[in-house]
């Protein structure tokens, strides 16, 4: 075997990297070797902002934690049992207020009742989400405790997203006993629904076929009226007497009792540059929402005109492509957090005079066991003002007897007395005047000049004014056609005062969405020269799984009742049927009900018209009604003209039937239907009643209203 042995050649590769480096060597000088360290270095701190070792977010590990986790062993404590008497004896508590809410209302009132039975009773009460607790453990509360339920309705008769569970419980076959249980029940509704504060009747109900006693009767507040804030203080102040006269409770003279502490953190220590108006969203993540993410506005165009000036109505396209893990369905909401108006903030930070500390970094904690804070730490009160108090809202009566306390002259102290003593003395001073916490120290400095507020605690502030809350709207676009752009129609139609209609009230989420817009622009869908110049700028929104849902079978008849922005989801409907029949599928029959002042405000007409000649044109109807033409007519009566039709679609060949838009005319047209399906079928009220309930369950009827 002959081996032969060959010297090792370096690859090519290494032969052209070897000569690169002896070239190279061949230019620098020695002073280089020195000099090219020293400006790495440089860079280097230039980029770390001073320090040659990156420095670390005190506040990174935000990220991975539950916002409460800040408040200290505490409240991890507190959470570490869903066994209500567990709870209740960890706590050593003599009251449990248990809350339902899905805007934050009633969280707010079970907040304020159990801080007043605290201060005025000396006993200690505990808040408690009806999410944190299974529903059977309310059963072992000790006969020694009293419970409240503070509870909300909304939509048609629904519990909010936190009291499904126990409201489908309280109402089930009643195996659990609660003889021990006293309780006291207030709800939150609206009138203008047909099942006027239905949650808190059927806990009522089933509390007492389960044996618990009431202590005193039910209370309700009533939106319709914007009477809920004067209901839940009449009810509270009946709450306290029975607390008095039947469980001879001592009763102590209490004022204001802050219920959160503000620390002042020193600037050294918090990073200035921590993102500080990322939203506040307590509540764990649910099923059915996505994460609260950042997305930026593509396009804004107004797309109405109206005889008032200061109304119009807004498109906007938000576009998701930086969010692919986030997915929307037509029919679905999206909740926008909206951020305080300029004015306001400036002026609030100007009368409580703290404009050299308005953007140090404090510290919101709660006291006597509050449970977790409503606004974020760290923060500044520059950015509570802009991002997480709502500084528009209006002021409870309450609120400003408490504000009295706080007026450093009797002249001052007097005049909010006088304003606050009854409740149709503040009724009738609301009527003349827009009242925001601003509006209202200025309007007592207006009055005595010599009050200043510069001793106003930051904390009794923080306790007035309610947390932000974020603004649902429904998704006016279809995935099939604009799946990572979700569009939304706004409108902004400001509220007047009953005795000064030319004083206006705007909203505060629409006005957001709507600024920039130029004064009085309008156009359609399609004219790009009206878009406004200032978008992109970026709203943190975050996507809600919806029930308001087309029917599976693309076949089955659906009727379409909307007014005003009620047409968003019904775009979205059209959009998504349209894009199906273009690919050859067949559709079923669609009627279009839409009510609106006239032709300048029918929403998205050109659209809607383009696919009633193309793809829909063989199963769309558009049927409109025009307020303010010559023929005065309402949504109604269009639906009561096509009646028979109507009802045969909704009842001979099982149609599904939409309402979009104001709770009085949802309410208006489902009576209009009602009628002719008795007519059709010859039903009674009972058996017509009856068929509409039937209709729910088998998912063909679909409300999506608001007051």
Not at 154 to 168: I, K, M, Q, R
Not at 218 to 226: C, L, M, N, Q, V
Not at 700 to 705: A, C, H, I, S
Request: hydrophobic share 40%.
């Amino acid at each position: 075997m002959n081996i032969t042995i060959r010297p090792f050649v370096s690859s090519p590769r290494a032969l052209v990297t070897k000569d690169t480096f002896r070239v190279l060597s061949s230019y620098v000088a020695y002073q280089d070797y020195i000099l090219l360290p020293l400006i790495f270095l440089a860079s280097v701190f230039v980029y770390n902002r001073g320090s040659v070792l990156p420095k670390r977010d005190p506040y990174a590990y935000k990220l991975f934690e539950r916002p409460q986790n800040a408040l200290g062993s505490r409240v991890a404590s507190q959470a570490s049992t869903r066994n209500m008497a567990e709870k209740i004896e960890a706590t050593n508590a003599d009251f449990v207020i248990f809350w339902g809410s899905q805007s934050g209302v009633a969280e707010g009132f079970a907040q304020r009742l159990a801080r007043e039975l605290t201060h005025r009773f000396k006993k200690t009460a505990l808040v408690a989400d009806l999410s944190d607790f299974d529903p059977q453990t309310i059963a072992l509360i000790p006969r020694t405790k009293l419970a409240a339920f503070i509870m909300s309705t909304y939509g048609e008769g629904d519990p909010s997203d936190n009291a499904l569970e126990f409201v489908a419980w309280v109402n089930g076959k009643p195996d659990d006993s609660l003889e021990d249980l006293k309780y006291a029940a207030f709800g939150c509704g609206n009138r203008n629904y047909r099942h006027y504060n239905k949650v808190i009747d059927d806990v009522v109900a089933g509390l007492e076929s389960r044996g618990a006693t009431a202590i005193m009767p039910t209370g309700k507040g009533d939106e319709s009226t914007r009477a809920t804030e004067e209901d839940f203080l009449e009810w509270k102040q009946n709450f306290i007497s029975v607390l008095v006269s039947q469980f001879n409770l001592v009763e102590y003279e209490v004022g204001y009792e802050p219920g959160v502490e503000v620390i002042t953190e020193s600037p050294g220590i918090v990073d200035q540059s921590h993102n500080f108006h990322i939203p506040y969203v307590r509540d764990i993540r649910k099923h059915g929402l996505s994460e609260v993410v950042a997305i930026p506005v593509a396009t804004q165009r107004a797309i109405a005109t109206y005889e008032e000036s200061d109304r119009t109505c807004v498109h906007l396209e938000l576009d998701l492509a930086a969010h692919r893990q986030i997915k929307y369905k037509a029919g679905d909401h999206i909740a926008i957090w909206p951020i305080n108006p300029e004015e306001e903030i400036s002026s609030l930070l100007q009368i409580l005079e703290p404009e050299p500390r308005k953007d140090t970094p404090i510290r919101v904690l709660p006291r006597d066991g509050g449970g977790e804070p409503k606004v974020p730490s760290p923060t500044t009160p520059s950015t509570l003002f802009r991002h997480y108090l709502e500084v528009c809202a209006p002021v409870p009566r309450e609120s400003v007897l408490f504000l009295a306390d706080f007026a450093p002259t009797e002249k001052g102290k007097a005049q909010l007395k006088s304003l606050a003593q009854t409740k149709d003395t503040y009724a009738r001073f609301l009527e003349h005047n827009h009242i925001t916490l601003s509006r209202l120290l200025k309007y007592v400095t207006e009055i005595d000049s010599s009050v200043t507020w510069a001793g106003l605690p930051l904390s009794f502030v923080i306790d007035i004014l309610p947390a932000m809350k974020p603004r649902t709207y429904s998704i006016s676009s279809s995935p099939a056609v604009s799946p990572r752009r979700v569009s939304i129609t706004v409108s902004t139609s400001p509220a007047r005062l009953a005795a000064k209609p030319d004083i206006t009230v705007p909203g505060l989420s629409s006005s957001y969405l709507a600024s920039g817009l130029p004064p009085g622009a309008t156009g359609e869908d399609k004219d790009k020269d009206r878009i406004s110049t200032t978008p992109p700028w970026v709203i943190y929104a975050q996507v809600r799984t919806s029930t308001f849902r087309l029917p599976i079978s693309l076949s089955l008849p659906i009727v379409m009742v909307a007014a005003g922005t009620g047409i968003a989801p019904f775009r979205a409907f059209l959009q998504e049927r349209a894009h199906l029949a273009s690919l050859g599928r067949e559709v079923g029959p669609m009627l279009l009900f839409f009510g609106c002042q006239g032709e300048a405000d029918f929403l998205y007409r050109d659209p809607i018209m383009e696919l009633q000649a193309g793809p829909l044109a063989r199963s769309l109807q558009v049927i409109t009604a025009f307020s303010r033409g010559e023929k005065k007519q309402y949504v109604g009566d269009q639906l009561a003209t096509r009646g028979p039709e109507v009802a045969r679609l909704l009842t001979k060949e099982d149609g599904a039937f939409y309402i979009c838009g104001a709770a009085a005319m949802a309410k208006s047209v489902k009576d209009v239907v009602k009628e002719q399906v008795k007519a059709l079928e010859g039903w009674s009220d009972a058996e017509a009643g009856d068929w509409m309930q039937e209709k729910k369950r088998a998912r063909r009827w679909f409300e999506d209203v608001w007051s």
